[in-house]
């Protein structure tokens, strides 16, 4: 039993390591605080890990906050920021980040037209800079399960807002195993099975590989 040649990763029509960027927008005390969407345990969980997935597979990570230079809010939370060692933060005052100059030249300068969204809350700093993104022709993709917003309904008629402008919603383990994709390459297999385990899941059984 063999698995095919590993398709062009470039061009490839689902996520890969060299077709996608990960966007990290505003996971800061008060954004994540406000969250009434979902559990905020598992909102921070579910970033971190698709955080860590993307340092994983050497995804580009663009990071940005809001009003930090101006003294009006605080820097990233800590339980990602641990994850973000090396990443350069562009820091704006505008909602709409697309709308920051230094923060789209970052998008830009990646050279990859698969940007993978994360942003609090799903209603303003996420939907906007998507929207933007699209209509520039960008192929955008919503991590559902790692972002929030300041209520449940709030959060479902954004991503209907962005799922109905041509943004595809996607879940934090769905991520893992796009980037993965084979049993066989096993160079990130065991960091693989650490983001399942790390962030709740038991992939093992699900997927039937043993790590002993």
Known sequence: MSSYPIRDQKNDHLLTPENSTLIIIDYQPV???????????????????????????NVPIVLSTVNVKTGNNKETVPQLRKY????????????????DKEFVEAVKATGRKKLVFTALWTEACLTFPVL?????????????????????????AAIR?????????????????????????????????????????TAGIQFGYDRD
């Not at 954004?31 to 597979?57: C, H, K, P």
């Not at 994709?181 to 297999?189: C, F, K, L, P």
Request: hydrophobic share 40%.
């Open 31 to 57: 954004q994540v605080n406000s969250i009434a969407s979902m559990d905020r345990q598992l909102l921070v969980n579910n970033i971190s890990g698709t955080t860590r997935a993307a340092q994983v597979f």
């Open 84 to 99: 973000l060692e090396g990443v350069a933060s562009y820091d704006r005052t505008s909602i709409n980040a697309w709308e």
């Open 132 to 156: 933007d993104a699209i209509k520039e022709g960008f192929e955008v993709y919503i991590v559902a399960d790692a972002v929030g917003g300041t209520s449940k309904e709030a959060h479902d």
């Open 161 to 201: 807002r962005m799922e109905q402008a041509g943004a595809h919603s996607i879940s934090t383990v769905q991520w893992f195993c796009e980037l993965q994709r084979d049993w066989a390459r096993g160079e990130t297999v065991p960091q693989f099975m650490d983001l399942f385990i790390q962030t709740g899941g």
